[in-house]
């Protein structure tokens, strides 16, 4: 099921094109698909009681190895992924895909899955409540290296992605019939309640692990289970 969304969002997005200020636009679920795979085929199976939703792949995360909030040294040590990582068909010159050899670590991965592995011990633990997915799988990018995110996009360019997106975010909790949709930031919340709000269950949001983030820089694993626990969702944090 899993693996025919994919299919059929990159075939949504496949081709969409994008002028200045964007200059280069990476898919991950093209060139990183054995790791995506990978992580759907182990973690991906079944119910789920929650399912979290992210923007959009950050440039040392999922960009580099295909996994949602994709820090390296968690997806490859703690979730036990490895796979051989392909390269975008133009890359930017800074923004090189190196896959699991990036040197760089992608902060807001690294808060997100270190806080998982703190609260649940084993990946097996996690994913047998929680599936963590992004909303956009594309990075875009300008001729600076800076990422512009799916938001900021022309109207005329972004109506096309989220239309690709929010039939992908619809038949991805339809697969995982979860209790709780969670946006990670204020954009993800926004997107799930406007395309599963009407389904027989609760959305909700959580802060953003992003180092742009100041009070997610003084501490972010507590203010994740103090959000999840307004919910409702009990994490033992």
Not at 132 to 139: D, E, F
Request: hydrophobic share 40%; net charge positive.
């Amino acid at each position: 099921m899993l693996s025919q969304i994919t299919d059929d969002l990159v075939s949504d997005l496949s081709d969409l094109s994008f002028g200045p200020p964007v200059s280069h636009v990476y898919n991950p679920l093209v060139y990183a698909r054995a790791a995506w795979d990978q992580y759907c085929e182990r973690f991906g199976r079944g119910r789920r009681e929650v399912v979290l939703i992210g923007m959009n792949p950050g440039p040392f995360g999922m960009a580099q190895v295909g996994v949602p909030f994709g820090e390296i040294e968690h997806v490859a040590g703690w979730l036990g992924i490895r796979a051989t990582i392909r390269r975008p068909p133009v890359e930017h010159p800074g923004r090189p895909v190196l896959g699991f050899d990036c040197p760089r670590s992608e902060v807001s991965g690294r808060r997100l899955w270190g806080w998982a592995r703190e609260r649940f011990g084993t990946p097996e633990a996690f994913f047998s409540r929680f599936f963590v997915a992004n909303y956009c799988p594309l990075v875009f990018m300008e001729a600076s290296g800076r990422n512009r995110v799916p938001e900021k996009l022309p109207s005329a360019e972004r109506d096309p992605v989220f239309t690709a997106c929010d039939r992908a975010l619809r038949r991805t909790v339809r697969h995982f019939r979860p209790r709780w949709v969670v946006g990670v930031g204020k954009f993800a919340e926004r997107r799930a309640r406007a395309v599963v709000g009407d389904l027989d269950l609760r959305v909700g949001g959580v802060p953003h692990p992003s180092p742009a983030s100041p009070l997610a820089n003084r501490g972010w694993a507590p203010l994740m289970d103090a959000a999840l626990g307004r919910l409702g969702i009990e994490t033992g944090g």
